[in-house]
């Protein structure tokens, strides 16, 4: 059971190319989710995934997108990255079966550098 | 103002010693309360939610203040282990369902021999 599996680890990118991250759950959870870590600030949610078939915007969604692939699967590409998208990004999961304190389950991460 | 306010710290306490950490958010419509630990480069997990009487597990003792609108968490007898970043977390509900998670951005442990 990898629980939440998320890839590359790390990329280093220039002005203006594009990527994908990948991510996938193998716990069958509904909703998913990708954030973005920054020093000295708290995880910002990009986009989430409620569930299979729909996306929502979070806090900070402009210059990303998404795609909820099938219900294991919850992509972030950023079309035309700059400098400012240097971050390292998270995606997560969650059951959602309407009990409020369920947690959230991380992947490992990735290291951007957008040069 | 920012949402959830945490002390960056670093707090340094040598092995054996007792330590709190303090949260503050600003919206009183929030309405689920966790803390999160994340080692350094490591993904954040849940280290325990925060229940409104307070709850403990094991060295662990949450609390949760609504009136003041902040929670403290308690790390007894601390190990070289716990050296970690502890994240403060909040959930706020709206109507419909739909639900948000506002992060802090930590505060750094650092326990010593």
């Given at each position: 059971n990898?629980?939440?599996?998320?890839?590359?680890?790390?990329?280093?990118?220039?002005?203006?190319?594009?990527?994908?991250?990948?991510?996938?759950?193998?716990?069958?959870?509904?909703?998913?989710?990708?954030?973005?870590?920054?020093?000295?600030?708290?995880?910002?949610?990009?986009?989430?995934?409620?569930?299979?078939?729909?996306?929502?915007?979070?806090e900070v969604?402009?210059?990303?997108?998404?795609?909820?692939?099938?219900?294991?699967?919850?992509?972030?590409?950023?079309?035309?990255?700059?400098?400012?998208?240097?971050s390292v990004y998270f995606c997560a999961s969650r059951r959602t079966t309407g009990t409020a304190n369920e947690k959230l389950f991380f992947g490992s991460g990735t290291q951007l550098s957008v040069l | 103002r920012k949402e959830v306010e945490q002390d960056p710290g670093p707090f340094n306490v040598p092995e054996g010693a007792t330590v709190a950490f303090n949260c503050t958010y600003s919206n009183s419509a929030s309405q689920s309360f966790f803390w999160y630990r994340q080692d350094c480069r490591k993904e954040p997990k849940l280290l325990m939610s925060v229940y409104s009487s307070g709850n403990e597990d094991g060295r662990f003792t949450a609390q949760l203040n609504r009136a003041s609108q902040y929670i403290s968490l308690l790390i007894r007898d601390s190990k070289l282990s716990d050296?970690?970043?502890?994240?403060?977390?909040?959930?706020?509900?709206?109507?419909?369902?739909?639900?948000?998670l506002i992060f802090g951005a930590g505060t750094r442990l650092a326990v010593h021999p």
């Amino acid at each position: 059971n990898a629980g939440v599996t998320q890839t590359p680890k790390f990329q280093v990118l220039k002005t203006g190319q594009s990527m994908t991250l990948q991510c996938a759950q193998d716990m069958n959870h509904n909703s998913m989710y990708w954030y973005r870590q920054d020093p000295g600030m708290g995880l910002r949610l990009i986009y989430y995934s409620a569930s299979e078939g729909t996306t929502d915007k979070g806090e900070v969604p402009n210059g990303y997108n998404v795609s909820r692939l099938n219900k294991r699967e919850f992509s972030l590409r950023l079309e035309s990255a700059a400098p400012s998208q240097t971050s390292v990004y998270f995606c997560a999961s969650r059951r959602t079966t309407g009990t409020a304190n369920e947690k959230l389950f991380f992947g490992s991460g990735t290291q951007l550098s957008v040069l | 103002r920012k949402e959830v306010e945490q002390d960056p710290g670093p707090f340094n306490v040598p092995e054996g010693a007792t330590v709190a950490f303090n949260c503050t958010y600003s919206n009183s419509a929030s309405q689920s309360f966790f803390w999160y630990r994340q080692d350094c480069r490591k993904e954040p997990k849940l280290l325990m939610s925060v229940y409104s009487s307070g709850n403990e597990d094991g060295r662990f003792t949450a609390q949760l203040n609504r009136a003041s609108q902040y929670i403290s968490l308690l790390i007894r007898d601390s190990k070289l282990s716990d050296s970690a970043t502890y994240l403060c977390v909040v959930r706020l509900m709206f109507s419909g369902g739909y639900n948000k998670l506002i992060f802090g951005a930590g505060t750094r442990l650092a326990v010593h021999p």
